[in-house]
């Protein structure tokens, strides 16, 4: 069992950034994949970006690709999202999520076994 807390949300002009952070409980965090998926108004919860249990493997969505960076510190418990170069289209609730699986950008949100409770990103023009 995990429990995962975001922080770092908020509202940002475009071509900004934001850093993400989500706090993990337990012992094993170590053990636990790591990702982000992001939810926008009246849309599916989608795949952002993901990494492997040691932070050597990281899976970005095309979308996103070249402007977020994943990483995560193990010793903090805690995995984070970088944005740049922020756009309209980036605005959504951002969910952190913990898989014992790896995550991957084919993974779908009904298949994650830990979410947080989610933080809003507002990229206004």
């Known amino acids: 069992q995990v429990q995962l807390v975001e922080s770092g949300g908020g509202l940002v002009q475009a071509g900004g950034s934001l850093r993400l952070s989500c706090a993990a409980s337990?012992?094993?965090?170590?053990?636990?994949?790591m990702g982000w998926f992001r939810q926008g108004p009246g849309k599916e919860r989608e795949f952002v970006a993901a990494?492997?249990?040691?932070?050597?493997?990281?899976y970005y969505a095309d979308s996103v690709k070249g402007r977020f960076t994943i990483s995560r510190d193990n010793a903090k418990n805690t995995v984070y999202l970088q944005m740049n170069n922020l756009k309209l289209e980036d605005t959504a609730v951002y969910y952190c999520?913990?898989?014992?699986?790896?995550?991957?950008?084919?993974?779908?949100?009904?298949?994650?076994?830990?979410w947080g409770q989610g933080t809003q990103v507002t990229v206004s023009s």
């Open positions: 999520a913990a898989d014992l699986g790896p995550i991957t950008s084919g993974s779908k949100y009904y298949s994650i076994d830990f």
């Open positions: 337990g012992r094993t965090f170590r053990t636990y994949s």
């Open positions: 990494i492997s249990w040691r932070g050597i493997g990281t």
